[in-house]
């Protein structure tokens, strides 16, 4: 046998070592799975299973995770939410492409609870709302020209390419002055929409009734321009994270100036 041959075949060994190993180690962790005690306070043996199915399938939606005490703590990576239980009580989590962030929905100190530490967090991938002023200013002067029927728009951020796009929606049935209905766009394969923008014409810009409807589940920054026809034009912002509303300063004069 010459070199070539004992090179192949001590090639071939290895590959065989590998795939092997890759079998173990998916052997070993399926073993783990079914010995973790599922996170659900459930008897599963007289629990129906159609209705077990649904909870499992609610949990593995929106997961509950302990904050560790002793080691790093790792974000969430995929888009998507979970809560967190950690030593001041209960946290949300929520990434997108545009978003990572972190906040207490209840504190409690009475019982100790053996978990680790977490802050809040609000990290954008563009950095600040100001990164979009060329669009807003676009949507600000069609919104104006359009004023008193109101006005839509979405901006949307390629996470790859770090830029924005500006996009207007399908218009749904007819504009008015104080009511409109649109259909977002179908954003590009990078892209996600993290600013909804829309106008009030002649009236205040202020986050309505309707409004809070439209915003209620959603992660986003919604924003509105009212005032369109004086010399000061007014806005609102907030961030939406799935029934949050979180209001966001921002000086009309930036965006109108």
């Known amino acids: 046998?010459?070199?070539?041959?004992?090179?192949?075949?001590?090639?071939?060994?290895?590959?065989?070592?590998?795939?092997?190993?890759?079998?173990?180690?998916?052997?070993?962790?399926?073993?783990?799975?079914?010995?973790?005690?599922?996170?659900?306070?459930?008897?599963?043996?007289?629990?129906?299973?159609?209705?077990?199915?649904?909870?499992?399938?609610?949990?593995?939606?929106?997961?509950?995770?302990?904050?560790?005490?002793h080691a790093p703590f790792h974000s969430l990576q995929d888009n998507g939410h979970r809560f967190l239980l950690a030593e001041d009580g209960l946290y949300l989590e929520v990434r997108r492409p545009w978003l990572h962030y972190i906040h207490q929905l209840a504190k409690q100190t009475a019982v100790a609870i053996p978990y680790g530490a977490i802050a809040g967090k609000c990290e954008l991938d563009f950095g600040s709302i100001g990164s979009a002023l060329v669009q807003m200013k676009e949507f600000a002067a069609k919104a104006k020209a359009d004023a008193p029927l109101e006005a839509a728009a979405s901006l949307l951020w390629d996470h790859r390419k770090k830029s924005w796009r500006i996009d207007y929606p399908e218009i749904i049935g007819e504009a008015t002055a104080s009511h409109i209905q649109y259909r977002h766009g179908e954003p590009g394969p990078d892209e996600s929409l993290a600013i909804d923008l829309h106008s009030h014409g002649h009236l205040a810009a202020f986050f309505s009734g309707t409004d809070d409807e439209d915003d209620r589940g959603a992660v986003k920054i919604s924003a509105v321009f009212g005032n369109l026809d004086t010399d000061s034009p007014t806005v609102a912002f907030r961030l939406c994270v799935l029934g949050l509303y979180i209001p966001i300063p921002v000086p009309a004069s930036k965006i109108f100036g």
Request: aromatic fraction near 4%; glycine fraction near 2%.
């Open 1 to 69: 046998m010459d070199k070539q041959e004992i090179t192949g075949k001590f090639d071939e060994l290895l590959d065989i070592t590998r795939g092997s190993f890759a079998t173990f180690l998916e052997t070993a962790e399926a073993v783990l799975r079914e010995k973790r005690p599922l996170p659900l306070a459930v008897d599963e043996v007289a629990a129906p299973p159609e209705l077990l199915q649904m909870d499992m399938a609610l949990l593995a939606a929106a997961p509950v995770a302990a904050v560790p005490r």
